[in-house]
T-cell receptor
Framework: KNQVEQSPQSLIILEGKNCTLQCNYTVSPFSNLRWYKQDTGRGPVSLTIMTFSENTKSNGRYTATLDADTKQSSLHITASQLSDSASYICVVSAYGQNFVFGPGTRLSVLP | EPEVTQTPSHQVTQMGQEVILRCVPISNHLYFYWYRQILGQKVEFLVSFYNNEISEKSEIFDDQFSVERPDGSNFTLKIRSTKLEDSAMYFC????????????????FGPGTRLTVL
């Protein structure tokens, strides 16, 4: 069964600190992996998209990594800001199929 | 910057009533999607739509659901006879190209419609 798991479920960090969020998936055959940021009560916003051949992708202070062999991805946030407080969702697509969403990691950045 | 818009932002309805949720995708996009997110749960795919036809649908998208592109701009989701468990946030999304398979286009989500079934 295609599944996406994320850890931790929630995370609290202080402003300015770095953090790393994890995603494990069993989606097959793998096509691409996306990270989204979802503010409370809003639609998800795309951060990064990676295919099988890519093992890292950056978008400003966000850097995603992908290990297709171990079926793991991480999202690293550098120098966190209060506005980074949101849910971060890992989404995996298999060839010919639509997206499988992870449950998200809720990040809270405190001053 | 172009964006996906959705109306209404919040819809309250009685169980058994029909509701229509509306979306205006980004104008040059060809592929449209509906997702739902029950409060506190993950986002779930409902249906994708292209060239006036459903491309894919999930198990959730049963006979009580339908989608339509009635004109050149709107994309609607109809729930014929709402149930309590239909209460959720419904997100519309669009992309220039189809995102299953090898597609890596960015998918743009609307702000959502919160549906409350009483």
């Amino acid at each position: 069964k295609n599944q996406v798991e994320q850890s931790p479920q929630s995370l609290i960090i202080l402003e300015g600190k770095n953090c790393t969020l994890q995603c494990n998936y069993t989606v097959s055959p793998f096509s691409n992996l996306r990270w989204y940021k979802q503010d409370t009560g809003r639609g998800p916003v795309s951060l990064t998209i990676m295919t099988f051949s890519e093992n890292t992708k950056s978008n400003g202070r966000y850097t995603a990594t992908l290990d297709a062999d171990t079926k793991q991805s991480s999202l690293h946030i550098t120098a966190s800001q209060l506005s980074d407080s949101a849910s971060y969702i890992c989404v995996v697509s298999a060839y010919g199929q639509n997206f499988v969403f992870g449950p998200g990691t809720r990040l809270s950045v405190l001053p | 910057e172009p964006e996906v818009t959705q109306t209404p932002s919040h819809q309250v309805t009685q169980m058994g009533q029909e509701v229509i949720l509306r979306c205006v995708p980004i104008s040059n996009h060809l592929y449209f999607y509906w997702y739902r997110q029950i409060l506190g749960q993950k986002v779930e795919f409902l249906v994708s739509f292209y060239n006036n036809e459903i491309s894919e649908k999930s198990e959730i998208f049963d006979d009580q659901f339908s989608v339509e592109r009635p004109d050149g701009s709107n994309f609607t989701l109809k729930i014929r006879s709402t149930k309590l468990e239909d209460s959720a946030m419904y997100f519309c999304a669009s992309s220039e190209r189809f995102l299953a398979g090898e597609g890596t286009d960015t998918q743009y989500f609307g702000p959502g419609t919160r549906l409350t079934v009483l």
